[in-house]
């Protein structure tokens, strides 16, 4: 986004303040999420936020590109706070629910581990390549996020929900 911004705006600081003022309110929101997790089950709140960062990608870049750079605090915090956070806040526990106790901590800690180098590790390298691929333009980049958010969909649906099924046992027995 900062590179973005400073090549197609020419302007590096909004970027900053605005990715500053999200992280501070995601100090509570990832938390947030977490919490309503617990309520209504770690699939739902997850598969929401998957949706909404697919959906997020082309909006964000499209304000990116002709929006009122004013206005970015909000839109980050939406894409922060709402989208990517509803994925952050459940997914220790929720990873750590697929798990037999036995190889609990192996196997999140390997998923984490590939998770950042495949997913995150590459991104920055990938969104380069299409973006020039492209001809300097985020569309390639917006696919490839949604593409990406498909394949989570997809392993989110395959996933166990533990927290879920305690809470309806719970309120089962209320």
Same mark, same amino acid.
């Given at each position: 986004?900062?590179?973005? !911004? ?18 501070? *309110?995601?100090?509570f929101?990832?938390? &947030? ?13 997850? *598969? ?8 997020f ?11 009122? !750079? ?5 839109v ?19 990873f ?17 581990? !590939? ?32 593409l990406?958010? &498909?394949?989570? !969909? *997809? ?18 027995g209320?």
């Open positions: 986004m900062l590179s973005y !911004l400073a090549e197609n705006r020419d302007d590096s600081t909004a970027g900053v303040t605005a990715v500053m003022i999200a992280s501070a *309110i995601g100090l929101t990832g938390p &947030l999420w977490g919490w309503i997790s617990d309520k209504v089950g770690r699939k739902r709140v997850t *598969i929401g936020g998957i949706i909404g960062v697919a959906v990608g082309w909006i964000f870049f499209a304000f990116l590109d002709a929006g009122p !750079l004013a206005f970015l605090p909000i980050v915090i939406l894409g922060m706070n709402l989208a990517h956070d509803a994925i952050y806040g459940p997914q220790a526990a929720w750590a629910e697929q798990f037999p106790i036995e190889i609990r901590y192996s196997g999140v800690n390997m998923g984490y581990q !590939l998770g950042t180098v495949i997913g995150g590790g590459i991104m920055p390298m990938v969104a380069t390549l299409l973006y020039v691929v492209g001809g300097h333009s985020p569309w390639l980049i917006c696919g490839y996020l949604t990406l958010c &498909l394949l989570s !969909l *997809i392993a989110a649906l395959a996933a166990k929900d533990p927290a879920r099924e305690l809470a309806i046992s719970a309120r089962a209320d």
